[in-house]
């Protein structure tokens, strides 16, 4: 968990700085008050982009010094710090304890996951969100997720530029290592993936709780093993020529989710179905992942209480209480009057953030 946060001209937020326990943080306000954006900060200490997938020059402060710091200090001592201060505008730099280290390796110190309103259509979005959100599950599980996926399309983009390159000139020997490369990390790729589905789907089943509906998960566009991808590969070099992009692998799966008792594709439920299927998953992975490592993911809930029933808000309350680090937005802080008494409740406004 993060025991302090600190945000140096981070989008409208000049200096912000939070003392956090370990169980609830409830940053109310109004719109754009700077709520989510403490969220987007604490969703950039895990790889990749965070939670809006913003350009790191998007992320500094209009107005402020041109770079932007965000810096967090674990429970046990650990402190990570990333951003773009003191860089070019688009460098950004993590460091663990002070030494600058690839992102991937921040996944070897916390797991965050988030829930954000623009998700509530990622049942209806195309297959890469809902890889993505699927991505970010397995990393709680298998923290050199990332750096796998990172190699794995890396090696897929030199193959794609290679055969766009095309003609008689094309190295074969060079085409071969690449597709060796991605067979190597795809493979371990494909079965991280598919290890966090059956271990979360054998959990969603044991999972008591009525207030969330049940999902079924599986992965659906691509079935691997890792001697079909390499003949996928080897075999589809003019097709992937033609096309500009690899056609076949782990990166084209599609991560199908059933509402259980209605037997329907996740797509078809309503606004608020699609939500509560959602968090009953990311719920049930949270515990999943408490269970495993023993570390309880940070989690990001943003706007979450607001779209539900006071029925559900109180249930997800109690099922969230004692599990680790939770950080909940919400424009009003009645919203939040369910959540334990030792929550730290914070008032966010114009990009400052007061006790409250
Ligand atoms: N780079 C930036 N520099 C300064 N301000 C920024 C930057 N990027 C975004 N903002 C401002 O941050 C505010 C949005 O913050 P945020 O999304 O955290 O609001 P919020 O409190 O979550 O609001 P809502 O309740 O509407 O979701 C906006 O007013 C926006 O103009
Ligand atoms: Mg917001």
Redesign the pocket.
């Known amino acids: 968990m993060i025991a302090r946060l600190s945000l140096t001209d981070f989008?409208?937020h000049a200096d912000s700085v939070i003392a956090a326990p370990s169980g609830f943080v409830v940053l109310a306000?109004?719109?754009?008050?700077?709520?989510?954006?403490?969220l987007e900060a604490l969703s950039l200490l895990a790889p990749g982009r965070g939670l809006r997938r913003a350009s790191l020059s998007?992320?500094?402060?209009?107005r402020?010094g041109g770079g932007f710091g965000v810096a967090a200090t674990l429970a046990d001592g650990v402190t990570i710090g990333t951003g773009t201060l003191g860089q070019a505008p688009e460098r950004r730099v993590v460091r663990v304890d002070g030494v600058a280290t690839p992102a991937t390796a921040l996944a070897e110190r916390l797991s965050v996951l988030w829930l954000t309103p623009a998700m509530d259509r990622l049942f209806v979005e195309p297959a890469g969100e809902r890889r993505r959100f699927l991505d970010r599950l397995t990393l709680a599980l298998a923290p050199g997720h990332a750096h796998q996926a990172a190699r794995y399309e890396a090696a897929m983009r030199q193959r794609n530029r290679l055969l766009g390159e095309g003609g008689s000139d094309v190295d074969p020997d060079w085409l071969a290592a690449l597709e060796a490369r991605m067979v190597e990390h795809g493979a371990v790729l494909d079965a991280e993936r598919r290890a966090t589905v059956a271990a979360l789907s054998a959990r969603l089943a044991g999972v008591e709780d009525d207030a969330f509906p049940r999902a079924d998960l599986a992965i659906e566009g691509w079935e691997g093993a890792p001697d079909q991808l390499l003949r996928d590969l080897a075999g589809g070099r003019a097709r992937d020529a033609a096309a500009g992009r690899t056609l076949a692998g782990p990166h084209r799966i599609d991560l199908a989710v059933t509402h259980r008792e209605k037997d329907q594709p996740a797509a078809l439920a309503s606004t608020g179905e699609q939500k509560a299927l959602l968090l009953g998953i990311l719920l049930a992975h949270a515990e999943l992942v408490a269970d495993r490592t023993g570390r309880p993911p940070v989690l990001l809930l943003d706007?979450v209480a607001a779209h539900l029933d006071p029925l559900r808000r109180h249930a997800l309350f109690d099922r969230l209480a004692g599990r680790g680090q939770v950080w909940m937005?919400g424009?009003e802080a009645r919203l939040f009057d369910g959540v334990p008494d030792d929550a730290l409740r914070l008032e966010?406004s114009g990009?400052r953030i007061d006790p409250r």
């Open positions: 989008r409208n306000g109004d719109n754009g008050a700077g709520k989510t954006n403490v998007d992320m500094a402060r209009q402020g706007e937005t424009t966010v990009g």
